[in-house]
């Protein structure tokens, strides 16, 4: 299990949009699990799960990203989880690392600091 946490310089939306175009629309065993928006005035709650498919260890990986704004500046924690093979032990060969930190590069640009 891999997790990540960060604060970026756009709003919510804009960051699931550029999460969406990178990750999924950028890759052929990317698909979008499900979206989950809540809106109050303008605070935004955006929970995006995400699953792709790696090769390496034969099977998928899931991703969790929720991002908001509640705080007045945007923060985004990212959980990959689900890549590892084996009933008893947790060994992914880096699947769950490399799909989070794939959502934190997609959001590189706009990383105003740590979460």
Partial sequence: MSVKNFNVSISPSEAVDIIQSEILRGSISGTLVDHYVRTTGSAEFH?????????????????????????????????????????????????GNNFATSVERALGQYIVGGG
Avoid: C
């Avoid at 969790?64 to 992914?92: L, Y």
């Fill in 47 to 95: 929970v995006l799960i995400m699953e792709k498919y790696y090769m390496r260890s034969n099977n998928r990986a899931s991703v969790t990203a929720t991002i908001d704004n509640f705080d007045g500046k945007t923060r985004v924690h990212v959980v990959a989880a689900g890549s590892s093979e084996g009933v008893f032990f947790r060994f992914d060969w880096g699947a």
